[in-house]
Structure formats: structure tokens, C-alpha cells
């Protein structure tokens, strides 16, 4: 071997040296050095996070009731990691045998089991939750079909069966409030991702959340925070046995302002009073009213909070608990079927007819008219070319404010309205005219949204000049292709001259229109809840309030996380006087007024019930029925939308709504029958000196005998 070749294996030793070398420094710095990290890391990948589900807080009324709470329901599940196992012709077999078990047709049960995401998964029905937990694919089934399936564990491999939680909706006293309460369905992967873009950890693809009511509004403290259940698997993902587990975190218990006995008795009322429409024929027409929908609001007159309210047509918000039908969903949003997820309390618009007519007297005598002042009440009053009735076409001669709102005279406010658009307003075409009528309508909150704890609240619409100009906008073009044809057969007369007015000067805002709006007609239109608000304002001398449905938060250990105060928004500046001028009007609208006849026998001298009643017209429709009342503690506002008279369909319902929450059998008041405990009569409540006898009754300051 010479010199050169011997040159060349020491570098080739060299080479190899150095080579083991890194490889056995490197092999140092991994085992040693860093060995704990990878062992850690190595760790991490063979163990997976299983979501466990919180159990959702409860939603109870002001005494306690539930109203929404949860039970246990058996579920069927399928562990996909133990599916993938078994060959094709075995997980046909199982699947259609635990379809027959299930009822279930195995196919369902595949799409079930695919996650979102994935080619072929349908939206609704196919897993959004973790890949490494039982995907549920039957809830809520009956309780000898699951034990069926645990009894015989070798015939149903992979099939996991167990008790989880699901909303549910007791219904003390028989109670429905579901546009109060809503509804909860999945979440959705738009939603999932905004919340996990957010940081929010509690919510994941199983979860569920609220999606009308104040299961919406409060969801994020009804919802709790999930738990989480650490699953060792190995490099095929399949699953080997638990690590760890994080508790999930119970919601919170959100305690309402309703009472559950009120709110049977509103919901029985209304239900019974739009039966007693139908069958009733409507004089105008001759044929029954069709009562397609109603509305009662109760109200703490002090304080806004929610007692009752209730919607008709109504749904069971229990038909989302395990997944609604596609037909089911269907009805809810079908017009036919009256739209029950349209809540007509505070989503409903309607024009308010005469109920509009206590807020027009104040703002009459607050703008150049006063108590003493006579305007005749005549059968007709015209404008224009055309005459504007009152109903019935009655007569009362020169009366006051006062016995116009007792006999619901409409000539007696037409004039009114037209005196002010006379007066400050004749420029048809000037949107920044003065309106007394209107400023006070504004100035009670009506064309805004409450801001009840509701979501979804319409906001009415108050059809001054600005509005009829935007609407006139908007519709131009509409109104004007239809007058610059010929009119067809299926344009009627009415519809062709008013499209023919409508696209020469739409715009302008005309004494009938003033007229109209004095009495709650036209294009003005309110939501049951603004109403029983503007009453309110009326009852404890000015103040708005935000309507409350929830009272406090309280955590699964009973600490009281947050509380819900009365929210003032507003302050009406009426006058003391003014106030009482009114207060004392509608008292006499129940003593001897339009709603006397409906108050017979009621003991008026202890429970003192201020009230009034509207029918209002709509183009095309039957009547809408209302009457808003109230005494000192509450206010309670019924309609019924195509029903008729306001006391005549109405008024036995408020009667009997008063009767239960003052606990009236006949002309006695029992307060120990009162639906709400503690309820009793300012009357009834003596003050004592000091040496224990009886104080006379103090006057009510807001109030004039």
C-alpha cells in the first residue's frame, strides 16, 4: 500500500469519526438535553380533548317557578374510532341494527356520523363536535329501547348509550311564554368561528345557544362553560382510555320579573278571547272576525318590569330539543299558519285607534288648550272634500276632554288635529312644520324602541311629515307605473285613483292626514308593549322606562353574580295638573265611559282602574280590538288584531286579568286570592300614629277623586 492510498483512508476514517461523533452528540442532546420536551410533546399527540357539555342555567319567574330548566333524556352514540375496525359488511349489519332499535334508517344514521366540513355532510345534520367522542345520532330515546341496547353490549359494538342534558320547559300553571323565553338550537360554524376569533371558550361545535327570547339575550350566562375530558389514542387516532378531566361549569340561573300564575291567566284570556272572535259576526262585514293574532302586556306601572306577556299565535319552544323537521320549521314562518315566531307583544305593529287619544289631550293642553275648553262632538266633521265620522256616527254635542275620552268621540280630536295643522302646519309641502301632536307622541317614546331585554323589538313608526316624504321616495316610482297605464282588470278603482293621487303629490302631508293622526289612525302604527309603556308614563307622572324582563343572575352556588335595576330612558315633561286631568278622564272612561259596561260589579272604590278602549281601522281588514288599563301598581294593554270593539272583545279579558291580580271574586277583594303574594289595594293598607289608632287614608297626590 503506498503512501497515497494509505493518505486517503486516514481521511475516510477521519470522515466516519467525525460523522458518529455529530450523530452521537446529537443523539445526547435529544435524549438528555431536550429529552423531557419531546417525551412531552410525544405525550400531547397521543392524547385528545372530549368535550363535556355544561349543564345550561335555569330561567325561573319572580317566585322562584321554573320556566326553562333541564332533564335527563337516554342517547344513543356511535364511536367512530371503534366503527373503523369493523369491515364493511359489519358496520352494515350494526348500523341497521341499531336503526331498528332507534328507529332510524341506517343512512340517516351515516350522514349523521360524517362531520361538517367533510364532501357529502349536510348542514344540520352532520357532526360539528370533536373527532374523538361518540357522535350522538338518536336523543330522547324511549328508555326500554336504550336498555335493550345495554343489555346486550356483544350485538351493538361501539354503540355507546347515556344519560346528558337537554333544555326543558316545565310550564307551571300551564304556561307557554315562548316569545319570552325563545328557544335554542346548534350553533352554527359562522358563529363558532367568531366566538373562537373572539376568545370565547365557552361555546364549541356541540354547543347549543340561544336563539330568540331571553335565552337569547342572557346566553352568555345561561350557557356555563364546558369541561373537558383528556383521551389517550394511539397513531391511528383510535381511542385507548381517559387522562384527565376538567368539570364543565353549570350556567347561571337568571331570575325573571314574571309571575307564572299571572302569565297562565293573561295566556288562558287572550287564547279565550280570540275563540269568542271567531265566533262572533262582525256587523260591518257579516261575516265572523278572523282574530288572526294578540297580544297582553303586563306591566309594573313604577318600575317597567315585565309581569306578563303574552303572544298569539304561539309554538312550543320545545319542538328544537333533539331537532326540528324541516315541515315544523316551515309552519313557524308560515303566513297561513299566522307566523307564530312573531312575537305581535313586541314585534306586532299596529295602529292604535282611540288608546292614541290620552296622549293627544296632553298634548293638547299643554299646547294652547285647557280643561275648561268645549269643541263639539259631532256626528261628522269635514276636511276637504271628505267627511270624517265617529263611530256609529253619535253625537255628544260641546263637551270637555275629559267626557270626549269617556265616550271616545273621533270629531271632537279631529278638530283638535286640524286646528294644529291649521295653525302651524297648512304648508303641505314643509317637513320641519310645528306638531304639537307629534312632539308628544315622541315625547312618550313611541316611534323608538322601548329597549326591553328582548331581542328583535320593532320600533312603531310615528307618520309625521318626514315620514309620508321618505315614504313617498320609496314608493314613487311603484304607485307612479301603475297610474301611467291603463287601469286593468286587476286593478280595482280604488287602488288606480289612489296611485293616480299618490304619484301627483304623495308627498304632502294634508289636513286629513292631521286629522287622522289625532286619533290613531292612518299610517301611525304602535307594538302592544310601546303602548302599555306610554300608559305607564301616564300612571307614575312621567317616567320611561325600559321595560325589564330579568331581575338578577345568580351562580350555581347561589351568589348573586348581578342584579337588574328599573332602567328610567325618559321623562315626559307633563304637568302635575295635566297628569291628574287626564288620570281623572280615564277613571271616568271605566266609571261611566266606553268601558263601564264591561266594569259592573267591580269594586272600583278599592281597586281603582283607569282605562281606555280603541277600535282601529285598517284598509282591507276588520278592526283592531284594544284597551289598555291601569291602576296604581300595574298596566295591563290587550289586542286583538281583527277582533272587533275594544270592549267589546277585550274587555271581559282585562276584567278578568285585573280580577286575578287583586284576587276579586265578584264585588269582594281577597288579597289572599291575588295571583302575586302581597298584592292588596293601597286602601287596604292602614297607617297608624303613634299611639296605635288609625290614620285617615292620605289623598294620592297623582291622582285627583
Known amino acids: 500500500m503506498n503512501q497515497h492510498t494509505r493518505l486517503r483512508l486516514v481521511v475516510i476514517q477521519a470522515l466516519v469519526f467525525s460523522l458518529f461523533a455529530t450523530l452521537f452528540v446529537r443523539l445526547y442532546y435529544l435524549q438528555v438535553v431536550t429529552g423531557e420536551d419531546y417525551r412531552g410533546r410525544a405525550a400531547a399527540q397521543s392524547v385528545r380533548e372530549v368535550v363535556v357539555q355544561p349543564s345550561r342555567g335555569l330561567i325561573v319567574d319572580a317566585q322562584g317557578r321554573p320556566l326553562a330548566a333541564n332533564r335527563l333524556i337516554w342517547v344513543v352514540s356511535l364511536d367512530r374510532t371503534l366503527l373503523d375496525r369493523l369491515s364493511d359488511t359489519q358496520r352494515e349489519r350494526l348500523l341497521a341494527r341499531v336503526g331498528r332499535a332507534v328507529e332510524l334508517r341506517p343512512r340517516r344514521i351515516e350522514q349523521r356520523l360524517l362531520t361538517c366540513g367533510d364532501e357529502g355532510a349536510m348542514p ?72 373562537e376569533s373572539a376568545g370565547d371558550l365557552s361555546v364549541n361545535g356541540a354547543s347549543v345557544v340561544g336563539r330568540a327570547g331571553i335565552e337569547q339575550e342572557y346566553d352568555r350566562w345561561l350557557r356555563g362553560i364546558p369541561g373537558y375530558r383528556e383521551v389517550k389514542v394511539d397513531s391511528r387516532g383510535r381511542v385507548l382510555g381517559d387522562d384527565g378531566e376538567v368539570q364543565a361549569q353549570p350556567g347561571d340561573t337568571l331570575v325573571t320579573s314574571l309571575d307564572a300564575r299571572v302569565q297562565s291567566v293573561v295566556e288562558r284570556q287572550l287564547a279565550a278571547t280570540i275563540r269568542t272572535a271567531r265566533a262572533t259576526v262582525d256587523p260591518v262585514t257579516d261575516r265572523p272576525y278572523v282574530a288572526d293574532s294578540g297580544a297582553v302586556v303586563v306591566l309594573e306601572a313604577d318600575t317597567g318590569r315585565v309581569v306578563a306577556m303574552a303572544s298569539q299565535p304561539t309554538y312550543d319552544p320545545g319542538l328544537w330539543v333533539g331537532g326540528i323537521t324541516k315541515r315544523q320549521l316551515a309552519r313557524l314562518y308560515s303566513e297561513k299558519a299566522g307566523t307564530p315566531l312573531l312575537g305581535r307583544a313586541t314585534q306586532g305593529q299596529f295602529a292604535p285607534g282611540s288608546t292614541w287619544k290620552p296622549f293627544m289631550t296632553a298634548a293638547a293642553l299643554t ?32 263637551i270637555t276632554f275629559a267626557r270626549a275620552l269617556e265616550v271616545s268621540c273621533n270629531t271632537f280630536f279631529y278638530r283638535v288635529g286640524y286646528d294644529y295643522w291649521r295653525r302651524y302646519g297648512s304648508d303641505e309641502s314643509d317637513v320641519d312644520a310645528k306638531d304639537p301632536l307629534v312632539a308628544e307622541a315622541e315625547a312618550f317614546g313611541f316611534g323608538s324602541e322601548t329597549g326591553v331585554d328582548l331581542p328583535g323589538e320593532a320600533s312603531g313608526r310615528i307618520a309625521d311629515r318626514r315620514w309620508k316624504r321618505a315614504y313617498y321616495r320609496s314608493m314613487k316610482g311603484y304607485y307612479c307605473g301603475i297610474a301611467r297605464k291603463p287601469q286593468d282588470a286587476r286593478t280595482s278603482d280604488f287602488v288606480y285613483r289612489f296611485a293616480t293621487e299618490f304619484c301627483i303629490d304623495g308627498y304632502a302631508y294634508r289636513a286629513g292626514d292631521a286629522a287622522n293622526f289625532a286619533i290613531g289612525q292612518g299610517d301611525t302604527i304602535v307594538t302592544p308593549l310601546q303602548l302599555a309603556r306610554g300608559y305607564a308614563a301616564i300612571a307614575n307622572g312621567g317616567t320611561l322606562y325600559a321595560p325589564r324582563v330579568a331581575r338578577a343572575i345568580v351562580a350555581a352556588d347561589g351568589t348573586v353574580v348581578r342584579r337588574f335595576a328599573p332602567k328610567v330612558v325618559g321623562r315626559v315633561d307633563l304637568p302635575a295638573s295635566v297628569q291628574r286631568y287626564v288620570d281623572t278622564a ?120
Not at 344519560?163 to 320547559?169: G, L
Not at 276588520?622 to 294593554?637: G, K, L, M
Open 367 to 398: 299646547h294652547g288648550y285647557s280643561p275648561d275648553t268645549r269643541l263639539d262632538c259631532s256626528s261628522s266633521f269635514r276636511v276637504g272634500n271628505r267627511d270624517f265620522k265617529n263611530y256609529e256616527s253619535g253625537a255628544y254635542g260641546m
Open 586 to 705: 280615564l277613571e271616568g272612561v271605566t266609571r261611566v265611559g266606553t268601558m263601564a259596561w264591561r266594569m259592573g260589579g267591580f269594586p272600583l272604590d278599592e281597586v281603582d282602574i283607569r282605562s281606555k278602549t280603541g277600535s282601529a281601522e285598517v284598509y282591507g281588514k276588520q278592526s283592531t280590538s284594544w284597551v289598555a288599563s291601569y291602576s296604581d301598581d300595574y298596566v295591563v294593554v290587550m289586542m286583538v288584531s281583527q277582533g272587533g270593539t275594544g270592549s267589546g272583545t277585550s274587555g271581559p279579558a282585562v276584567r278578568r286579568i285585573w280580577e286575578a291580580l287583586y284576587g276579586i271574586t265578584g264585588e269582594q277583594v281577597r288579597p289572599a286570592d291575588a295571583a302575586i303574594p302581597g298584592v292588596v289595594p293601597p286602601e287596604q293598607l292602614p297607617q297608624f300614629r303613634a299611639d296605635g289608632s288609625v290614620l285617615p287614608p292620605a289623598p294620592d297626590p297623582r291622582r285627583r277623586r
Open 124 to 195: 344540520g345534520v352532520c357532526w360539528n363536535g370533536s373527532p374523538y367522542q361518540p357522535v350522538p345520532i338518536a336523543e330522547d330515546v324511549p328508555e326500554q329501547a336504550a336498555l335493550r341496547i345495554l343489555e346486550q353490549p356483544e350485538d351493538y359494538p361501539g354503540v355507546v348509550v347515556d344519560q346528558q342534558s337537554v333544555r326543558a320547559y316545565p310550564s307551571p300553571f300551564g304556561i307557554n311564554a315562548a316569545h319570552v323565553l325563545g328557544y335554542l338550537s346548534p350553533i352554527t360554524s359562522e358563529e363558532l368561528s367568531a366566538a
